[in-house]
């Protein structure tokens, strides 16, 4: 069962980690202030402003090319094309309301097509192509810069499994949902339903993705219990953390996920939340415990095996989220 007390900080050392990130790229300071140290909405605002024009985020506009498109790809096995950027400036918290914004996501909608397959080729760029772990992380970055993504959510809806997940694999005849599909379809439901407000059909086929998670307690077989040490797909373990996740799943993206939909946590978290704690240094800080294969278009962190910012910024909103539960 999870506790808070088995490696609570002291005051100085809470303090310690908060200085320490906060002295770092202003993606990850607004967040900070935002979600950790309650600043006043006026503050957390002029910060996030500067996303667009310093820093990582200012670094990642500058790469856009002429055509829209970052790395001449919609999609590519890096993690350099448009998709992934977007989702990386997602991440980092770009105000899609910010004139950098507009004007690079103007340029993607306007310019960017699908190429490779004739199921997909020519289609603009938040259409979507066919695979559902592509198509949602397509729908989130969509749902988040205010584009038009009905038609992906409308084919995710129709593509959801009896089990209540989603599987890239179902085209080639698998009936069993995959976590890496799931969590990349599920944030793409909620960042749907948080930006234009959903309806009854996006939240319920949204519900019963997020109990696929929950049954499985975030990294056990529904069948046996017994954990999910790596994914059949990518062999990456899920109780290894990563940022940025990319199609990737793991537990602190799961826990991420359920923080942001703002689920009351229960019992079947508790094995994830210690977990997390589990992993918390004598320093107070995370670290980048793995790096997913590809080319970075920006470094972000220090480097695997590092500590990591992002990490603990993440785990720490997570265990403040489920320490409020019952509040």
């Known amino acids: 069962m999870a506790t808070?007390?088995?490696?609570?900080?002291?005051?100085?050392?809470?303090?310690?980690?908060?200085?320490?990130?906060?002295?770092?790229?202003?993606?990850?300071r607004w967040q900070v202030m935002r979600d950790l140290i309650g600043a006043p909405a006026e503050e957390v605002r002029a910060e996030r402003a500067r996303v667009a024009t310093a820093g990582v985020g200012a670094r990642l506009l500058a790469l856009q090319g002429a055509d829209g498109s970052w790395d001449?790809?919609?999609?590519?096995?890096?993690?350099?094309?448009t998709m992934h950027v977007l989702m990386l400036l997602r991440d980092l918290g770009l105000d899609?309301?910010?004139?950098?914004?507009?004007?690079?996501?103007?340029?993607?909608?306007?310019?960017?097509?699908w190429q490779g397959s004739s199921d997909y080729e020519g289609?603009?760029?938040?259409?979507?192509?066919?695979?559902?772990?592509?198509?949602?992380?397509?729908?989130?970055?969509?749902?988040?810069?205010?584009?038009?993504i009905r038609g992906i959510i409308d084919r995710l809806l129709?593509?959801?499994?009896?089990?209540?997940?989603?599987?890239?694999?179902?085209?080639?005849?698998s009936t069993r949902s995959s976590f890496n599909t799931t969590i990349c379809v599920l944030e793409a439901l909620l960042e749907h339903e948080l930006t234009s407000g959903g309806s009854p059909e996006v939240t319920e086929a949204r519900l019963r993705g997020q109990e696929?998670?929950?049954?499985r307690r975030l990294l056990r077989r529904r069948s046996t219990g017994e954990m999910i040490e790596r994914d059949r797909k990518g062999g990456a373990a899920w109780t290894r953390f990563a940022f940025p996740t990319w199609w990737h799943y793991d537990v602190l993206r799961g826990l991420e996920y359920l923080r942001r939909a703002g689920v009351a946590p229960d019992e079947r978290v508790a094995e994830a939340i210690d977990?997390?704690?589990?992993?918390?240094?004598?320093?107070?800080?995370?670290?980048?415990?793995?790096?997913?294969?590809?080319?970075m278009p920006v470094e972000i962190d220090e480097g695997e095996g590092q500590p990591s910012r992002w990490i603990t910024l993440r785990a720490l909103r997570v265990l403040k989220w489920y320490s409020a539960r019952g509040g």
Do not use: M
């Not at 066919?130 to 989130?140: D, F, K, R």
């Not at 997390?276 to 080319?295: I, Q």
């Open 123 to 148: 289609n603009p760029f938040f259409n979507g192509e066919v695979e559902p772990c592509i198509n949602g992380q397509v729908g989130t970055v969509g749902a988040y810069f205010g584009q038009e």
């Open 96 to 113: 899609p309301a910010s004139d950098e914004a507009r004007r690079a996501v103007g340029l993607v909608r306007d310019h960017v097509t």
């Open 275 to 295: 977990l997390v704690e589990s992993k918390r240094d004598g320093d107070g800080r995370w670290r980048l415990e793995t790096r997913h294969p590809g080319v």
């Open 4 to 28: 808070n007390s088995a490696k609570e900080q002291t005051p100085k050392l809470q303090k310690a980690v908060i200085r320490w990130l906060l002295d770092s790229d202003t993606s990850i």
């Open 212 to 215: 696929y998670l929950l049954e």
């Open 158 to 173: 129709g593509e959801q499994l009896p089990d209540g997940g989603w599987n890239c694999e179902a085209v080639n005849g």
């Open 72 to 81: 001449g790809a919609a999609w590519n096995r890096g993690w350099n094309s």
